[in-house]
C-alpha cells in the first residue's frame, strides 16, 4: 500500500523467528501464500525479501529492479483461501531495495490450496496434514519411499515440494491398491490387466514429474537470477510477451518452452542447453544416462501400451525382444521412482546453494 512505510533498521535489526521471516531472494507466488497463510495463522508478522540470514547473520542482498515483486505478491494472495490484512511496499537499505510484506494475525484459518501453514519458530509447516495411506500399508519399502520424501521436503524449494507432492500422491495409490498392483508379491508384476494399465500410468505420470520438477525449478532459479533470461542464443517473439499477463507468466512460459524444444525424456539435453544447470555439476553422465533409460520405459508405456519396439532395444539390447509386454513389479516402479527423486533432491540442494533460492 502506498501508506505503508515499514520501520525497515528496526525490522532487519532482529533476527527470523515466529513473527519474521527473510528470504534472500523474490519466490515464486507459491511459496510466498504459504509464508504468509503461515503468519497470518500465528501471530502475524513481516516477510522480508532481499535479506538473507542463512549464515547466522543478516546479509542485505537487495531484490533485482529487473522484476517486480507486486505481481509475485498479487498472484500468491489469489492462492489464499481468504485475504488477511496486509500490507506491502519497498523500502531502501544501504542503497539496495528490499521488500516488506507485513501480515496481521487472521481470526479465519488462511488455507493454500486446502492446507493451513503455521509458523514453528522460524520453519513455516502444515498444520492440517491430507489422510495418507501410506501409515496403513503393510509393504516396509513403501513406507520407507514416503519417509524419504518427507527428509526431501525439508528446506526445498516450491519445485521441489510439488515434486515430493505428486510422489507422495502416488504412492497413497500404491499403498491402497495392493490387489490390484501386486497381487502376488512385490517383487513381481501383477496379474491384474487393470493392474498392468495402472502401473503404466503411475509410472509414467512419475517419470512426467522430473521433468516438470527441472522446468519448475528453472522458474524459481530466474526469478532468483533474472539477469540468467538475458542472453544472445535465446531470443522471443512480441507477440509471445504479450501473451502473457505480467512476468510471472512469461518466466513459466519460458521455462516450459525451453523444455519442450527438446525430445521428451532428453535430460542429458535438457541440462546443457541450460547453464542455470549444467554449472550445478552435480549429475554426472552415467546417471544422465540411467535417467535417460528410465524415461525410455515411460515412452513405451505411453506411445507402445509397454510392447517393445525397435526404438527401445537400442537403450536395453539383450533384455527383450520385439513385441515383448514390458512388465513392472512393485519393487522395480519403487526403485525407479526412489532414483528421481534423489535425483531432484541432489539438484534441489546444490540449487538452493548456488542461487540463494527461497525455502520453506
Given amino acids: 500500500m502506498s501508506t505503508f512505510n515499514p520501520d525497515i533498521t528496526s ?10 521471516e527473510y528470504k534472500a531472494v523474490l ?4 511459496t510466498l501464500a504459504q509464508l504468509i497463510s503461515g503468519l497470518a495463522n500465528t501471530s502475524g508478522g513481516n516477510i522480508v ?19 517486480r515483486a507486486n505481481s509475485i505478491l498479487h498472484k500468491a494472495i489469489d492462492l489464499l483461501s481468504a485475504r488477511p490484512e ?26 493454500v490450496e486446502g492446507k493451513i501453514y503455521v509458523r514453528q519458530g522460524t520453519s513455516t509447516i502444515v498444520s492440517n496434514p491430507t489422510q495418507s495411506s501410506i501409515s496403513n500399508s503393510t509393504y516396509s519399502q513403501i513406507k520407507e519411499a514416503a519417509q524419504k520424501l518427507l527428509e526431501y521436503n525439508q528446506n526445498s524449494t516450491a519445485a521441489m515440494s510439488k515434486f515430493n507432492d505428486h510422489y507422495k500422491s502416488v504412492l497413497n495409490i500404491v499403498a491402497d491398491l495392493k490387489k490390484v498392483l501386486y497381487t502376488d508379491s512385490p517383487s513381481t508384476p ?22 516438470t520438477y527441472l522446468s519448475d525449478l528453472l522458474y524459481e532459479i530466474y526469478l532468483a537470477k533474472p539477469e540468467s533470461l538475458k542472453t544472445k542464443e535465446q531470443t522471443v517473439t512480441i507477440k509471445e510477451v504479450l ?14 518452452k525451453k523444455l519442450s524444444k527438446l525430445q521428451r525424456g532428453s535430460i542429458k539435453g535438457f541440462i546443457s542447453e541450460n547453464k542455470q544447470l549444467s554449472s550445478l555439476n552435480v549429475i554426472s553422465q552415467a546417471k544422465e544416462e540411467h535417467i535417460d533409460k528410465i524415461l525410455q520405459i515411460r515412452h513405451l508405456y ?19 525382444a520385439i513385441n515383448d509386454s514390458h512388465e513392472m513389479s512393485l519393487d522395480t516402479f519403487l526403485t525407479h521412482i526412489n532414483y528421481l527423486a534423489s535425483i531432484a533432491n541432489t539438484i534441489d540442494k546444490a540449487a538452493i546453494q548456488k542461487y ?3 525455502t520453506l
Fill in 27 to 30: 519466490p515464486p507466488s507459491r
Fill in 302 to 320: 505411453a506411445h507402445k501400451n509397454g510392447i517393445v519396439d525397435e526404438k527401445f532395444l537400442q537403450h536395453f539390447p539383450d533384455e527383450y
Fill in 49 to 67: 525479501l532481499g535479506v538473507n540470514d542463512s549464515t547466522g547473520k543478516v546479509e542485505i542482498n537487495g531484490l533485482s529492479e529487473d522484476f
Fill in 243 to 256: 501473451d502473457c499477463s505480467d512476468i510471472q507468466e512469461f518466466i513459466i512460459y519460458y521455462a516450459k
Fill in 11 to 20: 525490522i532487519i535489526s532482529q533476527p527470523e523467528s515466529e513473527v519474521l
Fill in 356 to 358: 540463494n533460492l527461497a
Fill in 86 to 111: 496486509i500490507n506491502y511496499a519497498y523500502s531502501k537499505y544501504q542503497n539496495k531495495n528490499l521488500y516488506v510484506i507485513q501480515v496481521s494475525a487472521s481470526t479465519t484459518p488462511i488455507s
Fill in 190 to 211: 501383477t496379474t491384474n490387466e487393470e493392474g498392468r494399465i495402472l502401473m503404466r500410468i503411475l509410472f509414467s505420470s512419475c517419470a512426467d514429474n522430473i521433468e
